[in-house]
């Protein structure tokens, strides 16, 4: 069964400090993303990245960053928490060898409160 | 500006009545895909339209792509209390999975 797995289903953290959100898909897809998502203002694009190394700026990327050095793995950053970085934040991944389909596949979330 | 507009945003209903949710845009989609998500969980893929004008039916549901690709409707015949989640359409103009979603249409199917 495919699986993106996300490493912390729930993460409490205070104002300032760094946060790491690991993601993980077994999948061998090309294609990885990082969302939140805010009730009212729905699913919105942080970052993404198609290809290990490589990264790109999605809608709202201000306060974050990525990293892929491994194709399976994407990582979240948030340098400096601050409390309106309160949020679900979902990984997802797609192959781009599903031409035409623009599928995404979702891990259950991290659920980040910043106090 | 909101690039997909799903319609209504709630939608409480009982258990055996149909409904329609509707998902438009003024952008042509490449793809459109809808996702059914539970609280606390990851969305769920459902379905992916590709062709304009296509139906495609999942056991009690059915997603219809307009002919310009420019919208989507889902509807969900004699609903369940298992139906009840958010639903989202999200349109991909890429091909590549950097989708565009919808803000969701919450339903509650009550038995």
């Known amino acids: 069964d495919v699986k993106v797995t996300q490493s912390s289903r729930y993460l409490v953290k205070r104002t300032g400090e760094k946060v790491f959100l690991e993601c993980v898909q077994d999948?061998?897809?090309?294609?990885m993303f990082w969302y939140r998502q805010d009730p009212g203002l729905g699913l919105r694009l942080i970052y993404f990245?198609?290809?290990?190394?490589?990264?790109e700026k999605g809608d709202i990327p201000e306060g974050y960053s990525v990293s892929r050095e491994k194709k399976e793995r994407f990582s979240l950053i948030l340098e400096s928490a601050s409390t309106n970085q309160t949020s679900m934040y979902l990984c997802?991944?797609?192959?781009?060898?599903?031409?035409?389909?623009?599928?995404?596949?979702f891990g259950e979330g991290s659920r980040l409160t910043v106090l | 500006t909101q690039l997909l507009e799903q319609s209504p945003q709630f939608l409480s209903i009982q258990e055996g009545e149909n409904l329609t949710v509707y998902c438009n845009s003024s952008?042509?989609?490449?793809?459109l895909q809808w996702y059914r998500q539970e609280p606390g969980e990851g969305p769920v893929l459902l379905v992916t339209?590709?062709?304009?004008?296509e139906v495609k039916k999942l056991k009690r549901l059915t997603f219809q792509f307009g002919d310009a690709r420019k919208d989507s409707s889902l509807h969900i015949t004699a609903a369940q209390p298992g139906d009840t989640g958010l639903y989202l359409c999200?349109?991909?103009?890429?091909?590549?999975?950097?989708?565009?979603f919808g803000d969701g249409t919450t339903l509650t199917v009550k038995p």
């Open positions: 997802a991944s797609s192959s781009a060898g599903l031409a035409g389909t623009g599928e995404l596949f």
């Open positions: 999948m061998d897809h090309e294609n």
């Open positions: 990245s198609y290809d290990v190394k490589m990264k």
């Open positions: 952008s042509v989609f490449s793809s």
């Open positions: 339209v590709v062709t304009g004008g």
């Open positions: 999200a349109g991909d103009r890429t091909n590549a999975g950097k989708s565009t």
